[in-house]
């Protein structure tokens, strides 16, 4: 008779019953499992199975089944002797133990922070259910010399279009937000407010994005026109509570439009790469078929598995064959949404983009202060343990095996391993708090989604206290019991010598390239902040909602009544933010920035002419077609002379090409409108007499607040109860070093911290170092060694160490810098005083931590030391 | 005396055995606890109660013939001792005393969903 097949049960759990269970129980357990197990395959899949039969199996972990662990146990009795050992030591040795924990424990600390700040750069854009499918499409310019101007925007016939000529792409939707100008929005008269961050898309916008949805559903929340979908703290801010399915908004505008809200939102998550509180559709006609604005977002997801290689490839003829043949020049390309926080960095992009070059730092200096300190942990315990030489003896004379030997080292290191840590992830958590403006959000090691990151700190401390407590105890270990408690051991000595050495040097040379790099970095903030940028933002306050004054005219007449206005203008964007692009030049075509303005912008914002004149109200003809100012790198790229100033020169292709003419007036100096990290563009100026929407007040430095006093007085009088909306210019422009400056400031706390770290081990050795050579000390002066000699001696040997980091570093760090400045258009040069300081800052902090205890072992009574025996 | 009380899940268990007579094994036992009152329980937890009941003296065991579906293991058959069947008897009585002293009033006064 043939038996039933059986499921074989998993071996690991067997073998593991095998060794925790009572023998005797064994035999029914692992039978009632294994009955058990057969009826669980029978009706489950095999995973399933396994993992209920783990549960049962766990479940056998109970004081009835488990084998009898006596007291007697020599495992027990020898940890707890260990453990015992380990806590007198690090009470005996309070202040090496303090450094060591502390040390250890700030770099742990950093190292989560940093982790966790790098993880959200890293994490934008992938909340989006299907975030490696969708992507966006950007359009390059392409001017008539050949080169390439990156730009996010893209015509608004581009979505749908895609949409049906590609049948790769699952859906298609574009953007369109608000440009800077800010929208009256309204629940009734009591809630109004202005509202900049308002998105118009079109209906397919939740096929492509995935946004959480709290109230309503996002199938169909954009199908009308007349839909607006808002996020939770809106839904707050106008209505006081959270479910406003159904109740309607006032966009107040030339003519109001009430929209019903569909869906509520919950707030955009930061680490979208576009936020928005409002979104509707978009409402311009017969935009489908045009191919020539170039002012919308596209975006699309394409189907599973679609091959965006070989759809990449396609995408330039597909554009090409819907434009007239006189516009070839631009290149059609695609980028994943995940991507483009830290690798695209394109001209409008819809907010201000992190930089990958940014994230490596951050990652090498988390990594460098760890690394630091746990270099700093290894040298003190190794060093420490050296010392112990006798004990180590003395239990091996009493019949320690070399098992015992390494479990007592390793005991003792993760014992301080693990206080550091736990007060290591504490600090961290005081960080998050502090420095939440850095991360942007609230963030704690509690949260879930960050076990893994304390996970990950604790197997590396973990590990790093396993090899603190290996490497003494297997090298102590192996001496002849004898000559250990003899303490012969100066021969054998000598490598753990070296490796100290080692490690010193490569602490020492990673802070002297940190020192280096924030000076590098600071040099440059301010090489950038400092650099003349051609006018004068300084003092500049500009009003943002100037087209709500039906009468600008009166609004400016009123302000430069105030006395301590100087002069005010108004203009269609900002320089250093907002301007426009247009194509200029003949009979080749280049980008030209430009914004519209009248003529008192040019004297508010202190614009230097350096040729030809300004813009004149009595003037009409200033203000019509292409008749501009332009700056010096126009001027150069137009390649005209001052001759043809005031003259009618042809200055662009029509799309039938024909020519059109256009008249330079003035030029003006070079200014920065954007990042130092771009070299000066053409630039120009055009006047319109028109309402436009930024007024740039120019006021003088005295009583600042007064004077925004009266400005709003004045406002208050003109506006017809709109609110006045501001900023300064200045403020603007620190915006375009924002980056520089974080890295900066959080450089020089990393510094600080490495080197401080640094100082702590290179303290500790010294102590150590000198109190093993007390005897040395004390017969060198017996024989009538003097006492600056004598310190001397021991100094010498850590300066040298400090020379060799630096000779290492530097090299390293110059080389490093000078790639990071060369990403700069407008950078400081890295100079000999670099090096000086890095080397005399380092070489300073070796000088007092050592110098203090040599000279105070050089000056003490040789007797002390010597009589001891 | 300390130790020999019943508690709340090893009464059921020792039930459990009684009802399964002579048949009473860790797993089977398991599987009728399932089965009569709805309780998910390990059998680790099972096999905790029994080799309790044992120690106690309710409970006595004795191996069986090793079986193929167990993997060639012999299973524990349990049988309740004298002990055992008095402190069942102990338990059922101390209830049914306590039971029957309540007031006719107490159990009206109780409104067993509002009728």
Known sequence: MSLPKTYSTPRLVSSLLNRICKDELLEEIEGDLFEHYQTLRSKNPKWKANIYYWFHAFHFLRPFALKRISQNSNFITMYRSHIKFAWRNVLKHKGSTGINVASLGVGIACFIFIFIYLKGELSYDKFHQDSDRIYRVAIDFVDGTGRRLPDATTPPALAPALKSEFPEVESSVRLYPSWGSKFLIGANEESKFYEERFLRTDSTFFDVFDFKVLYGQADGALDDPSQIVITKSMAQKYFGREDVIGESLTIYASENRVLNISAVLEDVPGNSHFKFDFLSRITSDNIDQNWGWFNYYTYMKLVAQADIQNMETRLQPFYESNLRPAEFYNIIYSQPITDIHLRSNLKWELEANGDINNIYIFAALGIFVLLISCLNYLNLTVAGSLRRFKEVGVRKVFGA??????????????????????????????????????????????????????????????????????????????????????????????????????????QFAISAFMIFGTIAVYQQLQHVKNKDKGFGPDQVLVIENAESVANQDVLKNELTKIPSVAQAGISNGIVGGLNWTTGIGYPDQFTMNYVVIDPDFVEAMDFELIAGRNFSKERPTDTEGLTMIINETAFTELGISLEDLEKEIPMARQNDSTTRNGKIIGVVKDFHFTDYKSSIKPFAFFYRQEPMDYLNVKISTENVSETLRAIEATWSEVSNGAPLEYFFLDQTFSDLYAQESRLSSILLYLTVLALFIAAIGMFSIANMTIKDKRKEIAIRKVLGGSVSGVSNQIIKKFIVLVLIANLIAGPIAYFIMQNWLDGFAYRTSLSVFLFVVAAGSTLLVAWVTVGAQSVRAAVSNPVKSLRAE | MKGTQLGEFEELVLLIVGVLHPEAYGLNIREEIISQTKRKVAIGAVHSSLSRLQEKGFLKSELAEATHERGGRRKRLFNITATGKRALEKNHELRNGLFNQIPEIALKGLNFGGI
């Open chain 1, 401 to 506: 095996h070399r098992q015992a030997l390494v479990g007592q080292f390793i005991v003792e290191t993760l014992l301080v391993t693990i206080i550091a840590l736990v007060l290591g992830s504490l600090f961290s958590e005081f960080l998050f708090v502090n420095l939440s403006d850095i991360l942007g959000k609230e963030v704690s090691l509690l949260q879930p989604e960050n076990t893994i990151v304390f996970l990950i700190i604790a197997a590396m401390i973990i590990a790093i206290g396993l090899i603190a407590g290996l490497y003494p105890a297997l090298h102590l270990s192996s001496f002849k019991a004898a000559n250990a408690v003899k303490g012969i051991f100066k021969n054998s000595g000598k490598s753990v010598l070296g490796l100290r050495k080692v490690l010193l040097v490569v």
